[in-house]
Each structure stands twice: as structure tokens, then as C-alpha cells.
């Protein structure tokens, strides 16, 4: 149970970040009967499934698509899939575009009905979250944990479950003169990630990406163009994704968003139509996009510490069905640490 005094409160698990790891994660934990409190520093919850409404239409900012690859993920697909909320976009992807022909390669390109928040949303309905809670520092308390917050509140938890960025948790566990042993440690600083510079852009008059409406060139500044309507996310309006490719996206990151909006529209323009006119636009960096170096395992329960696991896609991910898979394996290894 949750209990509180004063300003804290004691939980069994406090799950940090609201992506679709730790999402998934407090989901099983809570089913297991642990109380759980999910706290993101965010406005909204998703994580990287994210999802921006620009002018009369939305567009994916973050996760594009996702695929499966395990029964596991596959078994939450189909629920999703069953009520309505994801759909197959495409299959097959060859030649710098997405393609319905023989370069199928037998894997769908799944989406989320209105946007991939929808799911983030969905998996949130059940669940305890507090967003905009912006954590300053984690330390041990006993055979628990103390999680301290920038309003001056602190949470008491049994476990703990960090889904950030690995760089972000283990600032927050330093911040706390955390122990970690050196082993731990390690593997956790080994995790190297690339960032991502994306853009939304509401079009009138006309985008002319391929069927079914998406180009990938990973050689290109802008390796990832996508029509949101085409896609099926957005009938209301035709808005673009577009995102730099890694090496791009460290080179530009501190730019200024005006020259990064030129920097999108030398990749967008082939694709637009003569008489087309770019309405609005919103630019988003992330910073910590594409795990370049993973852990091998889903997961990391820390040694020698009260229950601690880390998770998240850079954990034998990346892609979506890695964080989903992280998570859940996560929540395994804390029930099984008790």
C-alpha cells in the first residue's frame, strides 16, 4: 500500500519515467499486487512516443513505427491491435522507401491510431503517475530508497525502477552518493547513445512522398521523411516528419531552430509540391534518440543495493518492442527480488 506523512510517501515500487518501459513495467508490478507511483518530469507521459498536434493535424515526432520480433510483444500487439488501437501501416522497406512489393521482408510496420501518445496514454489510464515531478537526487534509506524532488516533496520506496536515459539515472543516483559497484557501474557508462533532431511540418498544397508514405535514407542529412496523413494518423492535415540522421544531429543540436528549419526543408522540398506552402513547423531535439552502444541483458538489477533495476531500449533493445521488453523484464527482476 501507499502510505504518507507529512510530505513523503512510502510505496513498494516507484517507477521513474513514463515511457513505454517503465509504463509497462508499473502495469505488471500493479497487477502483482505491489503499490506503484510512476513519476515523469514531463507534462504528458510517452516518453519518445510522442505525438504533437501542429495547426487542424498531429504527427509522430518521436517512434515512427515499431515492429515485433518476439511472441511476448506480440501477445500486447494483437490486444492493441484488437481494441482498435494500433493498425499495420506498411511492409517491407527497400531502395529508400517504404514499398509494397517483392523487398517485403515478411515483418508490419505497426502504428498507433492518432498518434503513438495514444498507447502511452492508454497504458497510463490504470496507473498513479505524477508529471512534471523533476527528481534533484536518489539515495538509500535503510533497506529502501529516498527520492527527492524539486518541490521539496521526497517519496519512500522498497524498490526502484529507473527508465531514463542511463546518463540522467545515474546523475540522479551520484546526486545521492550511491554506491554503485564498480562492475555495475561499468556496464552502465559502456551504454553510448546518439541524439536526434526532429521536425513537424504542416504542408498545404501537396506532399509527394512514396506509398505508403515515408522515405528512409540513411545516408541523407534527413534520413527519415514521413506523411502523417498518408500514414493514416492525421486526416485532418497533411504534416511532415522529418528527422536528421545522427551524425547531423550532433553537428546541429546548439543550432539556432530557424537554421535548423532550413536544414529540414533542404531534405522536405524534392517532396513538396511547386505550389505547396509550409503552414507551421515545431523542432524537437533529443538527445539521447538512438542507443548506440546497448546493454546485453533486458535489464540490470544492481548489486549489493536495496532492489534497483535500470531498463529502457537501450537494454538488449533499441527499437520499441526493446523498451517494451526491458520494462517487463525489469519488473520481473524486482518481483523476484523481494
Known amino acids: 500500500m501507499i502510505t504518507a506523512t507529512g510530505t513523503k510517501q512510502t510505496i513498494d515500487v516507484l517507477v521513474v519515467g513514463a515511457g513505454l518501459a517503465g509504463l509497462l513495467a508499473a502495469t505488471k508490478l500493479q497487477a502483482a499486487g505491489r503499490s506503484i507511483l510512476v513519476v515523469e518530469k514531463a507534462h504528458g507521459v510517452g516518453g519518445r512516443l510522442a505525438t504533437w498536434r501542429l495547426g487542424p493535424g498531429r504527427g509522430d515526432y518521436g517512434a515512427q513505427f515499431f515492429t515485433v520480433r518476439q511472441p511476448q510483444f506480440q501477445a500486447i500487439i494483437d490486444e492493441w491491435l484488437e481494441l482498435g488501437l494500433a493498425f499495420e501501416w506498411s511492409r517491407g522497406w527497400a531502395a529508400g ?5 517483392g523487398a517485403d521482408d515478411g515483418f508490419p510496420r505497426y502504428a498507433i491510431t492518432r498518434g503513438m501518445t495514444a498507447v502511452a496514454k492508454h497504458l497510463a489510464a490504470n496507473l498513479t503517475i505524477h508529471n512534471q515531478t523533476r527528481l534533484t537526487h536518489i539515495r538509500e534509506a535503510g533497506d529502501g530508497w529516498e527520492v527527492a524532488v524539486e518541490d521539496g ?3 519512500g520506496t522498497r524498490a526502484l525502477l529507473l527508465t531514463p536515459p542511463v546518463p540522467q539515472s545515474l546523475a540522479l543516483l551520484d546526486a545521492g552518493n550511491v554506491p554503485l559497484n564498480a562492475a555495475n557501474r561499468a556496464a552502465l557508462e559502456r551504454i553510448e547513445y546518439a541524439p536526434c533532431l526532429s521536425g513537424l511540418f504542416w504542408v498545404e498544397g501537396g506532399v509527394a512522398l512514396p506509398a505508403p508514405g515515408a522515405v528512409q535514407q540513411p545516408e541523407q542529412a534527413i534520413n527519415w521523411l514521413a506523411d502523417n496523413q498518408q500514414k493514416g494518423i492525421s486526416p485532418e492535415a497533411a504534416i511532415v516528419t522529418a528527422h536528421a540522421n545522427p551524425r547531423q544531429s550532433k553537428i546541429w543540436y546548439e543550432a539556432p531552430t ?7 526543408m533542404g531534405g522536405l522540398r524534392p517532396y513538396l509540391h511547386k505550389t ?5 513547423q515545431h523542432i524537437h531535439r533529443w538527445r539521447y534518440a538512438l542507443p548506440l552502444v546497448t546493454h546485453p541483458e533486458r535489464t540490470l538489477l544492481a548489486d549489493g543495493l536495496p532492489p534497483l533495476a535500470f531498463a529502457g531500449d537501450a537494454f538488449n533493445g533499441p527499437r520499441v518492442e526493446g523498451a517494451a521488453l526491458s520494462g517487463l523484464a525489469a519488473a520481473t527482476a524486482l518481483l523476484n527480488s523481494a
Open 276 to 280: 505547396s506552402v509550409i503552414k507551421a
Open 97 to 101: 522507401s517504404a514499398v509494397a512489393d
Open 258 to 264: 530557424g537554421e535548423l528549419v532550413g536544414l529540414f
Open 153 to 155: 516533496r521526497t517519496f
